[in-house]
């Protein structure tokens, strides 16, 4: 699985500045090889750093310190606009809560990212590529659903689908299987795994659940702002 | 791409159709307002100027002005310096006068037909420019007096639609004849019906006599225009003079000839008139007629410079001026209350979009996370609020429309379709959108995704 490398963290760090310029330590010096074509769990208790790990790793963030290289590219310090080009071009997200757009149908809540792409195809090869991706998570009957007609798992598939609309290089997954139960967890699961294994895309779980972390093909334990260990199992 | 946008903004007003409702309603009332408002003011000031010019407003007043006599000053019109010659001068020589009659009036004179009687509120007099100095028009019926009957002071009368029901109730006027002080005159011709000026007067409560004739044959005593019912003016014997006196003109004093013009300082003299009308070309033109008849006057008065005028120049500008300010005012205050209203529509709209944003901080925190540029997340609330203000606005203009066709109809006030009003509450409305929709839009751009996507 030796794919070249990705990401490189060296020495990352975040503090945030609470009023009264108390400064707390979030991240303290992280490290970190994300190479192309992985599944990476980020695991931790709560509050240990690993949301923000992702938030910058995401670039929703920025970090205080450190650096981080993507595809060998210093993107320590970008510009609001520049970040939020690069989350449109390279990124995907799937979140806990799911965070599709209410009363707007499946196949709507798949095409929104593409409103904000520098570049765009037509109209009928967005729809067609969007349902394509309904399809490949298994809602393809389901395209003019609305959100509060479907189950959460399905739910959590149209949020996998708009991650992958934009064709993004790497996947964040921040605690995807958090509202759901275990067999549609595993569905879930079984999905990412999937999408990793035949279509070799970087994925990054962040979980505190070590079910959910088995899923991956290594890990990153993540306590008061260091990495404290990894696994590495070869699946 | 712009259509996209506003396609979408409509998508999300759709999703809360009974609150974009209630948010446009305070935009839909004030642009209503204001288009109600304009459209009375438009036409209340059409009434107002119509009226005016019903009057004359390119018409002036010419009166001598005061003398003194040991030290007492008889006030306005107390000189009597006008003279027909002054007439003619103007007539000849000031190129932004359309016409000019000599004027004299009197009261109080009884107009008897056979055996009926009404005393006119007015008994005017002119030459045959009168009608058109005055803009009476065309006649209703019959003709107006000629040149020639003004010459030889003709008994010949025009009636107005008041007398003429007074005196000829359901039967033909003209042709007929009715006496006036114990002259007899004929009636010529009916004046159309002008009604109520503005200080209320009826217009068609009067006669029309040539002014030669009335100031010869009617008051004896020459341009006084107080006038005692003439009883020793004339004895019925000269009744039906025109045929008696044909063709000459009624000329009480011989005539100047020219080198009397220059040597002699103007004389006073009883068959002065004491006051002349004139109407100007155009409403325009009445500055430019002033300045005409002014050196005319001044020359023929021989008035050396530095010296004061004999006369004194009325026109009705200064009222027009008065009353079209006055409707104007109207119409700014309440423009000004429409525009208050506007401005609480549009804090409803901040209100409103404030609240939005507030419930859509997650899809905002979504579409940052997905790649969405602070400004793409401005402009697409901008968007809304100015969409909402549109749509606002066009309601609006319908309802105020609507509420003024029903004013004229109902009420019956005059009311004009003013375009500019549309305009503007369409661009004011849109203005609202920006500025209230500004503040909403800008805080949702700098949000932080992280917090917003946490947003409960």
């Known amino acids: 699985m030796a794919g070249k490398t990705l990401i490189e963290l060296r020495g990352l760090e975040k503090t945030y500045r609470l009023g009264g310029g108390l400064a707390v330590p979030v991240l303290r010096g992280i490290d970190m090889t994300i190479r192309e074509g992985t599944l990476l769990a980020l695991m931790g208790p709560s509050g240990g750093g690993k949301s923000t790990l992702m938030n910058i790793l995401g670039f929703l963030d920025v970090p205080t310190g450190g650096q981080y290289l993507l595809d060998g590219r210093d993107v320590t310090t970008l510009s609001a606009n520049a970040r939020a080009d690069l989350r449109n071009a390279r990124i995907g997200f799937v979140f806990q809560n799911f965070n599709l757009l209410a009363r707007t149908s499946a196949l709507k809540n798949v095409l929104m990212p593409l409103e904000y792409a520098k570049r765009r195809k037509g109209a009928r090869e967005e729809r067609a590529w969007a349902e394509s991706l309904l399809r490949r998570v298994g809602l393809g009957d389901r395209m003019e659903y609305q959100p509060s007609q479907m189950s959460g798992g399905q739910q959590q598939r149209v949020a996998i689908a708009r991650a992958l609309v934009n064709r993004p290089r790497i996947l964040f997954a921040d605690e995807p299987t958090g509202n759901l139960d275990s067999k549609t967890s595993e569905e879930v699961l079984r999905m990412f795994q999937e999408l990793n294994e035949q279509e070799g895309l970087t994925i990054v779980l962040v979980t505190h659940s070590p079910e959910v972390g088995a899923f991956a093909k290594e890990a990153y334990h993540i306590k008061d702002g260091r990495i404290v260990g990894g696994t590495y199992t070869e699946k | ?456």
């Open chain 2, 1 to 456: 791409m712009i259509l996209a946008q506003l396609l979408s903004a409509l998508v999300s007003l759709r999703r809360n159709v009974l609150r974009s409702l209630l948010t446009m309603l305070g935009i839909v009332i004030g642009v209503a307002v204001v288009i109600t408002m304009m459209e009375i003011g438009a036409g209340a000031s059409d009434s107002i100027k119509s009226s005016i010019s019903n009057m004359g407003t390119n018409v002036m007043m010419i009166w001598p002005w005061a003398t003194q006599t040991a030290g007492i000053s008889s006030g306005s019109g107390g000189a009597v310096t006008l003279t027909e010659g002054d007439c003619a001068a103007i007539r000849a020589e000031c190129l932004s006068v359309e016409a000019v009659t000599p004027s004299l009036s009197r009261r109080g004179i009884q107009a008897i037909a056979g055996n009926r009687n009404w005393t006119p509120f007015t008994v005017y007099s002119g030459n045959e420019d009168y009608f058109t100095v005055q803009s009476w028009g065309s006649p209703e019926s019959g003709r107006y007096f000629t040149a020639r009957e003004v010459d030889v002071a003709a008994c010949v009368c025009v009636i107005g639609q008041t007398v003429r029901r007074e005196l000829f109730p359901g039967e033909e006027a003209v042709g007929r004849d009715l006496r006036l002080n114990n002259v007899l005159f004929r009636v010529i011709g009916v004046l159309p019906t002008k009604g109520a000026n503005m200080m209320g007067m009826d217009q068609d409560d009067t006669v029309v006599v040539p002014w030669t004739t009335m100031r010869n044959r009617l008051s004896r005593s020459g341009g006084s225009a107080t006038g005692a019912s003439g009883s020793t003016s004339s004895s019925s014997t000269e009744s039906d003079t025109s045929d008696v006196y044909p063709a000459s003109s009624a000329t009480t004093y011989p005539e100047q000839d020219s080198v009397q013009a220059e040597n002699y300082l103007l004389p006073v003299r009883f068959n002065n008139i004491n006051q002349i009308t004139v109407s100007a070309k155009t409403p325009e033109q009445v500055p430019d007629a002033i300045a005409q008849i002014t050196e005319v006057l001044r020359r023929r008065h021989k008035i050396g410079p530095g010296e004061a005028d004999d006369f004194v120049i009325r026109d009705m500008s200064e009222m027009l001026k008065t009353m079209t300010a006055t409707s104007g005012l109207m119409t700014s205050l309440l423009l000004i209350v429409a525009m208050l209203s506007l401005v609480v529509g549009g804090v409803g709209i901040m209100n409103i979009m404030l609240v939005s944003v507030t419930e859509r901080t997650r899809e905002i925190g979504l579409r940052m996370a997905v790649g969405a540029r602070g400004a793409r997340i401005l402009w697409q609330f901008l968007t809304e609020s100015v969409l909402l203000c549109l749509l606002g606005g066009l309601a609006g203009i319908g309802v105020g429309r609507l509420a003024s066709v029903v004013i004229a109809h109902v009420l019956g006030w005059p009311v004009r379709v003013s375009l500019g009003a549309i305009l503007l509450s369409a661009g004011v409305s849109a203005a609202i959108g920006v500025v209230f929709g500004f503040y909403p839009a800008w805080r949702a751009s700098r949000l932080n995704p992280i917090d917003a996507l946490r947003h409960e």
